[in-house]
């Protein structure tokens, strides 16, 4: 664990403010859900919950699905990272923080097909995507689970002759939609 020097108390109600810094750089947002954990020691460890990484497994059974059947790399995020992937460069964005880009259109629930022939500009999928420059199509989709926008499917190409039609919209939102049933229930 890494020290910050930040001490805070705690008031008549049991609450302890989390300083804007440290909200700031872990991405916590008002209203975002934390996970309490407690070790041995006596230490109490805040972590922010992702319900959609409590589907780890089948999200990457389901991105090596959706890869295989459309030849494409695809990613299923979270609201921060990237959870799963299957593809081509999945090490480049497997568990890396999502870009600021993404972020706002999974906020603004965009559904997003972008074709480099057609002039559309493509948007990193992680902060550290040094991708983005070889990417000629791309699909995002939100994922909502009872209201809330929780994740997004992301569908990439790189082969200079393709493009992302209707059918790969689709296939994303069916993912999505499913995605986001299965948190439901």
């Known amino acids: 664990m890494k020290a910050t020097g930040i001490v805070r108390r705690i008031d008549e109600l049991g609450r302890v403010v989390i300083p804007k810094e440290i909200r700031r750089t872990l991405r916590i947002?008002?209203?975002?859900?934390?996970?309490?954990?407690?070790?041995?020691?006596?230490?109490?460890?805040?972590?922010?919950?992702?319900?959609?990484?409590?589907?780890?497994?089948?999200?990457?059974?389901?991105?090596d699905s959706l890869a295989l059947s459309s030849g494409h790399t695809v990613a299923i995020c979270d609201k921060?990272?990237?959870?799963?992937?299957?593809?081509?460069?999945?090490?480049?964005?497997?568990?890396?923080?999502?870009?600021?880009?993404?972020e706002r259109i999974m906020q603004n629930r965009e559904r997003r097909v972008a074709n480099l022939k057609d002039g559309?500009?493509?948007?990193?999928?992680?902060?550290?995507?040094?991708?983005?420059?070889?990417?000629?199509?791309?699909?995002?989709?939100?994922?909502?689970?009872?209201?809330?926008?929780?994740?997004?499917?992301?569908?990439?190409?790189r082969e200079p002759n393709i493009t992302m039609q209707q059918s790969e919209l689709l296939v994303c939102e069916t993912a999505a939609n499913f995605l986001g049933k299965q948190m439901e229930s």
Do not use: C, H, W
């Open 80 to 102: 921060d990272t990237v959870i799963a992937v299957s593809g081509n460069k999945v090490k480049d964005l497997l568990d890396k923080p999502i870009n600021d880009a993404l």
């Open 120 to 157: 559309n500009e493509m948007i990193s999928i992680t902060l550290s995507d040094t991708e983005v420059d070889e990417y000629t199509a791309q699909v995002v989709v939100p994922i909502i689970s009872a209201g809330d926008t929780i994740g997004a499917v992301v569908m990439v190409s």
């Open 29 to 63: 947002r008002e209203g975002d859900p934390l996970e309490i954990f407690t070790d041995r020691e006596g230490e109490i460890i805040l972590k922010k919950y992702s319900p959609i990484g409590e589907l780890g497994d089948f999200a990457r059974e389901y991105a």
